[in-house]
């Protein structure tokens, strides 16, 4: 059986209304908002929704979701962002930098997620990539603005990073790491976000991580 949870039962999450089961936050950035879907059991729960830092969509930002999946006490936290890279195919994210101009962090600290200053030295579980190593090879990926030119991807080229997306997935995994959650990013080609997220959700699932 799968239950659907549209995005406004978000805080659900936070309630622990989710069965204790699941530990595993498999988020999908798409093009198309659609509902959480969680698979009973060991199964991860998947998120399809498409959220970004824009006004004019409804879906909450990801460091909400990182937030709310700390508060309810899920352990994982692995994103599915549609980007760009030298591949037609789809990277999995071994390291980035924060191209953005913000950071979710910035302020005072929010002591309930996290110590003041997170070891962002391993920002990328290595377990995890390793699982996920069939989905495609591993890159440094780049996280910029959405209003990032032609001669911005250039530019991060320049300083080693092998793909690219909008600065809110990233904001993401910097506030689920900052809550001690263990992260994983696979960049997928544009249109095939549906894909690569099913088959992350289904490795993770076959390895024993949903």
């Not at 659907?4 to 093009?31: C, E, F, I, R, Y």
């Not at 999995?92 to 930098?97: E, G, K, P, Q, T």
């Not at 780049?142 to 991807?153: C, F, K, N, S, V």
């Amino acid at each position: 059986m799968i239950e659907s949870l549209g995005p406004d039962q978000l805080a659900d999450m936070v309630s622990g209304a989710l069965p204790a089961s699941v530990h595993t936050l498999v988020v999908g950035v798409g093009s198309i908002p659609a509902p959480l879907i969680n698979v009973p059991g060991q199964a991860p729960l998947v998120d399809q929704g498409k959220w970004r830092h824009v006004a004019r969509l409804s879906w909450p930002n990801p460091v909400a979701i990182a937030r709310a999946a700390a508060l309810r006490g899920l352990t994982t936290f692995v994103l599915v962002a549609p980007g760009v890279s030298g591949t037609d195919g789809p990277v999995v994210a071994s390291d980035h930098i924060n191209l953005s101009g913000s950071n979710p962090l910035t302020g005072p600290n929010q002591d309930r997620f996290g110590v003041r200053f997170p070891d962002m030295t391993e920002p990328y579980d290595p377990k995890l990539r390793a699982l996920l190593g069939d989905i495609g090879p591993e890159v440094v990926v780049a996280g910029l603005t959405d209003e990032a030119t032609p001669q911005d991807l250039v530019a991060v080229e320049g300083l080693g990073a092998q793909a690219a997306v909008g600065g809110a997935v990233v904001h993401g995994i910097l506030a689920a790491r900052h809550a001690g959650l263990r992260c994983a990013l696979v960049v997928a080609p544009a249109g095939k976000e549906d894909a690569v997220l099913q088959a992350v959700a289904h490795a993770l699932e076959a390895a024993g991580q949903g």
